[in-house]
């Protein structure tokens, strides 16, 4: 039996994502250091960092990471086997390979911290994504086709997020909606991710990663650009900075995890929006969230269940 653990990337972070953790003497002392690192007190983000402040990059993708670093610490000495993988989605794949043991804690996130620093700093990638469901991705491509936007993440057969300019994404979300999509919902993001928009950064990050002293993972990764197995850190090094200047192919993740023994899949949080999306693509294998629980050790009866 195999399990792949799920690392999500920025959009489901809350004010309470650390409130399952906090509990945990080992995880505690994580959020602490990591506290430390972003100068923001992880246990009182509704204070710290209110409202839409949690959606800054700055804020948003070291604070994910966090969090999935320290769901893993708690749950880990809580399984026997350790998992098949781990597959991160955007950032969050920095967060699995700090999980696979290429990193050590603090190196994630200040790889985070760059990372969001480097976008943040390429200013013709300002704009915006928008979430689509319902149609096909050759529909989707033909409605990016004349505009300023692009494919940036592809999920599934028929959901996709696009990322561009504000006034193409406005003319792509009313023909979308016209057309028969079911899903049309904007994010609350404001840089044009996994887009050519993104090409300097890319380079960029490249050097910074090539440089930050990691090791090859004891655990694969998924690469979230074409769901290839990553064991080393120099093809890592690739992948990630490649993940910012191309579109991720989540939908191929999820295939080439399955195709290569995956049984069971577990997404360590915030948020529950990659395990919901595997019930629906792949309704006969299990896959849950820690969001799902409310404690660890309830989490890791489940995991034991599935995967024994």
Not at 1 to 10: D, E, F, K, N, R
Not at 209 to 223: E, K, M, Q, S, T
Not at 275 to 304: K, N, Y
């Amino acid at each position: 039996m195999g399990l792949v653990i799920l690392c999500p990337g920025q959009g489901t972070q809350h004010a309470g994502m650390f409130a399952t953790l906090a509990g945990d003497p080992l995880v505690r002392e994580v959020i602490e250091a990591a506290s430390d690192l972003v100068d923001i007190d992880l246990l009182r983000l509704e204070v710290a960092a209110p409202g839409a402040r949690l959606f800054d990059n700055a804020i948003a993708q070291p604070l994910v990471c966090a969090a999935v670093l320290g769901a893993w610490r708690a749950l880990a000495p809580r399984i026997e086997a350790p998992p098949l993988a781990f597959a991160g989605y955007s950032v969050g794949e920095i967060a699995a390979y700090g999980c696979a043991g290429a990193l050590d804690f603090a190196g994630t996130l200040q790889l985070a911290q760059r990372r969001a620093a480097l976008m943040d700093a390429c200013a013709r990638a300002r704009g915006g994504m928008l979430a689509l469901r319902g149609l096909s991705e050759a529909h989707v491509s033909a409605l990016c086709a004349g505009r300023e936007a692009a494919i940036a993440i592809a999920n599934g057969d028929d959901h996709f997020v696009v990322g561009g300019a504000h006034d193409a994404l406005d003319a792509i979300e009313q023909h979308a909606v016209q057309e028969g999509a079911h899903t049309v919902r904007r994010l609350s993001v404001a840089i044009v991710s996994h887009s050519a928009a993104l090409s300097d950064a890319a380079s960029e990050f490249e050097l910074v990663l090539a440089a930050c002293g990691a090791h090859d993972p004891g655990i694969p990764v998924f690469a979230g650009i074409d769901g290839s197995v990553v064991d080393a850190w120099p093809r890592a090094t690739r992948c990630l900075s490649a993940q910012l200047r191309q579109a991720i192919r989540w939908d191929l993740c999820m295939e080439s995890a399955i195709e290569r023994g995956a049984t069971a899949f577990f997404e360590l949080g915030p948020g529950a929006a990659l395990s919901r999306m595997l019930q629906l693509s792949h309704p006969g294998v299990p896959a849950r969230s820690l969001a799902d629980f409310r404690t660890i050790s309830g989490a890791a009866r489940w995991i034991e269940s599935v995967v024994s």
